[in-house]
């Protein structure tokens, strides 16, 4: 059964806007910046946050391990529409600070931010800020009791991972309930797959709260989209998930774009499949469609005659900004691209030292290979007009 949670707002004060999670809202993708960020930073910082909005990144959070960073992550956040989130461990004093600044969300390690009082004196704060907080529970540092409480089974059916995550979580949202701060939300992360696919399943059944999914250390590029597509497609798939992150060893741009393709490919187990419950107004699928582009890419073989992995990685950040429902194909040859792509709306391949662009499998223009890029663009840009002209008429 999807899990039907309640509603929350992230944002929505100040200049930031406001993001929803949860109930029948759109499944939202969050991303983590990479590095530290530095007072020097901020301008090309806020640059590259408007690129991942337009790629569809909802929420972006920033790990703040003391208070000189708060002072950086909060001075961005007078400058970015886009919510940002504090990732608070260790010290709750840094939490608070962040909340002088429009910080939209703090994350907290419910097994290091220390005893009820430093908890509570998070939520006065984030209660009169109107900041919302993520309990963040990891595998990797639970609570001692709960570690010995679910010692590791040596069975196949070992739930103690999951067993230890769910009541990590429950205890501290049971500490919410009693300080009554509701805008909260969950998450539980394991590296493991099915620790990950269990705690979430276990946790939907018992708690209201909007769950945060992802898979935590899932790797480098291709092994980390593997994991996490094995762990999250399931759980969005059932209706388990209000947000997630695709934890890469790679860019937020490739985090974004393997969030956004986990989510269609869920959209398209729910939408063809017995799984797609209705939770109020919207269903399963509904909640992870989005309107974008969908590549179609061949392998590449020896016959290819364009640098197709090239004009990929150049091409793709721009292609999943676009906002418009379209399709594109990019080809490595003649032979078989334009037959073998006849539905795209538009299509680039290559031919000797030329590249043809086609629009459903009608070349339509043919340059030299040094101009692919301007002559795709030009042929994108109307491509888009034709497509905005047909959603009016
Ligand atoms: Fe090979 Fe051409 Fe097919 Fe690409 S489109 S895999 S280059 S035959």
Known sequence: MPHISKTIKIGGFDHVNAVTIGGDSLVVIQTMWKDRLSFADLDSAARRIEG??????????????????????????????????????????????CMDFPIAKIRINP????????????????????????????????????????????????????????????RELAIFNEFGFTNVLVSMKASGIADTIKANRILARRTAAPLHIGVTEAGPLVAGIARSSAALVPLLAEGIGDTLRVSLSDSMENEVIAAR????????IAAGSFTD???????????????????ISCPRCGRYGFDTHGFSSRWLPRLYALDRKISVAIM?????????????????????????????GEVVRIVAAAEADEAFARELEQTLRGVQMNERD
């Open 52 to 97: 991942l909005s337009g790629m569809g990144c909802g929420l972006l959070r920033f790990a703040v391990p003391d208070l000189a960073a708060a002072e950086a992550v909060g001075r961005l956040a007078d400058m970015v529409s886009m919510p940002l989130a504090a990732d608070i461990h260790f010290d709750y004093k840094i939490a608070l600070r």
């Open 277 to 295: 419950h209705l939770s109020g107004e919207a269903g399963t699928a509904a909640r992870l469609q989005r309107n974008g582009v969908r590549v």
């Open 261 to 268: 393709e986990i989510a269609g490919a869920a959209a398209e």
């Open 332 to 360: 490595g040859c003649e032979v078989n691209g334009p037959q073998e792509a006849c539905h795209a709306d538009l299509g680039i391949t290559g031919s000797g030292d030329k590249v043809l662009i086609f629009r459903h």
């Open 111 to 170: 097994g290091n931010i220390g005893g009820r009082e430093k908890v509570r004196a998070v939520l006065e704060k984030a209660a009169e800020k109107g900041a919302a907080i993520r309990i963040g529970v990891n595998a990797g540092s639970l609570p001692q009791d709960l570690r010995d409480k679910f010692p590791p089974q040596s069975s196949r059916r070992d739930n103690s991972v999951a067993n230890a995550l769910v009541e990590a979580a429950e």
